[in-house]
């Protein structure tokens, strides 16, 4: 059942579901409980549902803003704590791995417990974290390490869940529009953490205010949440009130993702796109400083406040790269999806076919010129942006209500563990490899290049994956909607362990 608009929670279906027997997915006993959450079950206006929209994007634009700061003023950070490109790397591999480590547990916890309650704690931790490592003398850089670690509470956190609530609340074109809402602000807010950190470390002279602001933002976009927020019942969007769709064992559940073949090639796809963006986003703003310094037009850095200028024009082309290339990927599937029902992640493939040779011609121009390797990175960052809101539709329409959590979280643990947890200090401790004899400004800046070439032949990689899930993915959603809507025993019989 598919409806265009808001939902509604279970008022109007109670007394159906008291007579009615209970759907569970690929279970074997009946006898197997799980906690129950604590859903609404009052009526969710429409008015309501798109304010909670709105704030859940405000807060992913904090997150992301926070995420690349760091990479704003990297070349503050190096030069106060005195360290190499691998240790810097460090600091963003750090921070993916609490992430990696904490999004299973939190996605366990979302599909079974209280969903706004679980944002709340983590947020807070997020805010705290954030706050206290800007804070941090120079003689103490393992403790910027570990705070920076201890930030990625609020993100497995909130991450993991707040998709899983949009799709709750709405369904159909409507659920694909706000997805694409909820993930424009991806790029948004990573290319907004380059300009405003980059910004502020130059007006105060001090990179450590830049990592001040993003708490206090945090803080207001807490409260919005606390206030405002509901927590809506799982499947309500495919229920419509009916049915009220109980839990299986977490076991249960990550043996049902592992036999969903779409969805384990469409991870593998985004570990590679984590891979590849994780390591450009960390590393291009300082890339492109090397490369002009080794051009002659700037000189080095030696004092406090560093040229933060490719930083500033980096996010700024990654918030209008991010912005058109998330709207145009979401208007292309909406058109195609009923005419070619593999829509999703052909489109996907193509975006990162196509986006690997732009990368390619960005980082072989950077030695002659900048402004055509800007022009390179923009087409490429339009490409790979198609697939941001797409992934995140894909993922909730071939999997069933109930493990929906549970999968946000396994793709987020794989797509990180594999992907941008290791790339950035893996591009860092190749370049400081290639350059461990030759510590000229030239070979600065050639290591760099060297080691970033690793990156395009890993998004070739991750096309390749998300054609493999066009082989797949109309099936796997039958299966997942048959499943949802009770129409069939023989589908899940299927997922039965």
């Given at each position: 059942m598919e409806t265009n608009g808001p939902v509604m929670s279970r008022q109007e279906g109670e007394k159906t579901h008291q007579s009615s027997a209970s759907t569970r997915y690929g279970s074997v006993a009946d006898s197997i409980s799980a906690p129950e959450p604590e859903e609404t079950t009052t009526v969710i206006s429409s008015e309501r549902a798109y304010v909670t929209v709105a704030i859940l994007c405000y807060v992913n634009l904090i997150n992301y803003m926070d995420r690349y700061t760091i990479a704003g003023v990297l070349l503050s950070i190096q030069n106060f704590f005195e360290i190499k490109d691998s240790m810097s790397g460090l600091l963003q591999t750090v921070f993916i791995c609490s992430f990696i480590v904490l999004a299973p547990i939190f996605g366990y916890l979302g599909d079974r417990y209280n969903r706004k309650?679980?944002?709340?704690?983590?947020?807070?931790?997020?805010?705290?974290?954030?706050?206290?490592?800007?804070?941090?003398?120079?003689?103490?850089?393992?403790?910027?390490?570990?705070?920076?670690?201890?930030?990625?509470?609020?993100?497995?956190?909130?991450?993991?869940?707040?998709?899983?609530?949009?799709?709750?609340?709405?369904?159909?074109?409507?659920?694909?529009?706000?997805?694409?809402?909820?993930?424009?602000?991806?790029?948004?807010?990573?290319?907004?953490?380059?300009?405003?950190?980059?910004?502020?470390?130059?007006?105060?002279?001090?990179?450590?205010?830049?990592?001040?602001?993003?708490?206090?933002?945090?803080?207001?976009?807490?409260?919005?949440?606390?206030?405002?927020?509901?927590?809506?019942?799982?499947?309500?969007?495919?229920?419509?009130?009916?049915?009220?769709?109980?839990?299986?064992?977490?076991?249960?559940?990550?043996?049902?993702?592992?036999?969903?073949?779409?969805?384990?090639?469409?991870?593998?796809?985004?570990?590679?796109?984590?891979?590849?963006?994780?390591?450009?986003?960390?590393?291009?703003?300082?890339?492109?400083?090397?490369?002009?310094?080794?051009?002659?037009?700037?000189?080095?850095?030696?004092?406090?406040?560093?040229?933060?200028?490719?930083?500033?024009?980096?996010?700024?082309?990654?918030?209008?790269?991010?912005?058109?290339?998330?709207?145009?990927?979401?208007?292309?599937?909406?058109?195609?999806?009923?005419?070619?029902?593999?829509?999703?992640?052909?489109?996907?493939?193509?975006?990162?076919?196509?986006?690997?040779?732009?990368?390619?011609?960005?980082?072989?121009?950077?030695?002659?010129?900048?402004?055509?390797?800007?022009?390179?990175?923009?087409?490429?960052?339009?490409?790979?942006?198609?697939?941001?809101?797409?992934?995140?539709?894909?993922?909730l329409y071939v999997v069933v209500p109930t493990r929906r959590a549970t999968a946000e979280a396994l793709q987020i643990m794989v797509c990180h563990l594999l992907g941008d947890a290791g790339s950035p200090y893996l591009i860092g401790t190749i370049s400081d490899a290639l350059r461990s004899q030759l510590n000229t400004h030239e070979w600065k800046f050639r290591s760099l290049e060297y080691s970033f070439l690793l990156c395009p032949f890993v998004g070739v990689l991750g096309g390749l994956f998300f054609l493999m899930t066009a082989v797949y993915i109309t099936k796997d959603r039958k299966e997942a909607e048959l499943l949802a809507t009770d129409q069939t025993a023989m589908v899940s019989e299927n997922y039965i362990i």
């Open positions: 309650l679980i944002m709340i704690g983590g947020l807070t931790v997020w805010v705290a974290m954030t706050l206290t490592s800007s804070f941090v003398t120079k003689s103490y850089f393992w403790l910027l390490v570990l705070f920076r670690a201890l930030v990625g509470t609020g993100e497995a956190s909130y991450s993991t869940i707040a998709p899983t609530i949009i799709g709750d609340l709405f369904s159909g074109t409507k659920r694909t529009i706000m997805i694409s809402a909820f993930y424009i602000f991806i790029p948004v807010g990573s290319g907004l953490g380059y300009i405003i950190g980059s910004y502020v470390a130059s007006a105060t002279g001090d990179w450590r205010w830049a990592l001040r602001l993003n708490p206090i933002l945090g803080s207001f976009g807490l409260l919005l949440l606390a206030v405002f927020c509901p927590n809506p019942s799982r499947g309500a969007s495919e229920a419509h009130g009916g049915n009220r769709m109980q839990h299986t064992s977490y076991l249960e559940d990550i043996k049902y993702l592992l036999k969903n073949k779409s969805f384990v090639w469409s991870s593998l796809g985004v570990t590679a796109m984590a891979f590849l963006t994780g390591a450009l986003a960390f590393w291009t703003p300082i890339f492109l400083d090397r490369a002009q310094i080794n051009q002659g037009i700037q000189p080095p850095c030696t004092a406090e406040p560093c040229n933060t200028t490719n930083s500033y024009v980096f996010g700024g082309l990654t918030v209008v790269t991010g912005i058109l290339g998330v709207s145009l990927g979401s208007t292309i599937s909406r058109r195609l999806r009923d005419r070619v029902p593999n829509a999703d992640p052909l489109i996907c493939a193509v975006g990162m076919l196509s986006s690997a040779p732009c990368f390619f011609a960005a980082i072989i121009l950077a030695s002659t010129s900048v402004p055509a390797t800007y022009v390179f990175i923009g087409i490429g960052e339009i490409l790979i942006s198609l697939n941001w809101s797409i992934l995140a539709d894909i993922l």
